[in-house]
Nanobody, 119 residues
Framework: QVKFVESGGGLVQPGESLRLSCEASGIIFPVRGMGWYRQPPGQERELVAVVMTDGTTNYADSVKGRFTVSKDSDKHAVYLQMNSLKPGDTAVYYC?????????????WGQGTQVTVSS
């Protein structure tokens, strides 16, 4: 069973920074990539940033230049450094692992951590 431990969320003021951490355990199949998605209030879940095993990254346009995703493949861990936070970044942030099982890639999710940006 895949389990996630997420940390780092909280309440900050606009312009401040936060660092999210996530470590997954119980993975027995290859991991194609890990990353972060978010769900703002009343909206659907959306991509924030992912990093694949070859180091390729993909960011939402809204966070480019402000957020940085990184990984520790040995630990199945992923991190999200968030700088210059805006009220529009307020959301529940979910850790994601893309696991390759018998020719298909499946998404696994953490429980989510709340990030609130408000003055």
């Amino acid at each position: 069973q895949v389990k996630f431990v997420e940390s780092g969320g909280g309440l900050v003021q606009p312009g401040e920074s936060l660092r999210l951490s996530c470590e997954a355990s119980g993975i027995i199949f290859p991991v194609r990539g890990m990353g972060w998605y978010r769900q703002p209030p009343g909206q659907e879940r959306e991509l924030v940033a992912v990093v694949m095993t070859d180091g390729t990254t993909n960011y939402a346009d809204s966070v480019k230049g402000r957020f940085t995703v990184s990984k520790d493949s040995d630990k199945h861990a992923v991190y999200l450094q968030m700088n210059s936070l805006k009220p529009g970044d307020t959301a529940v942030y979910y850790c994601n692992a893309k696991i390759y099982i018998i020719s298909q890639t499946f998404d696994y999710w953490g429980q989510g951590t709340q990030v609130t940006v408000s003055s």
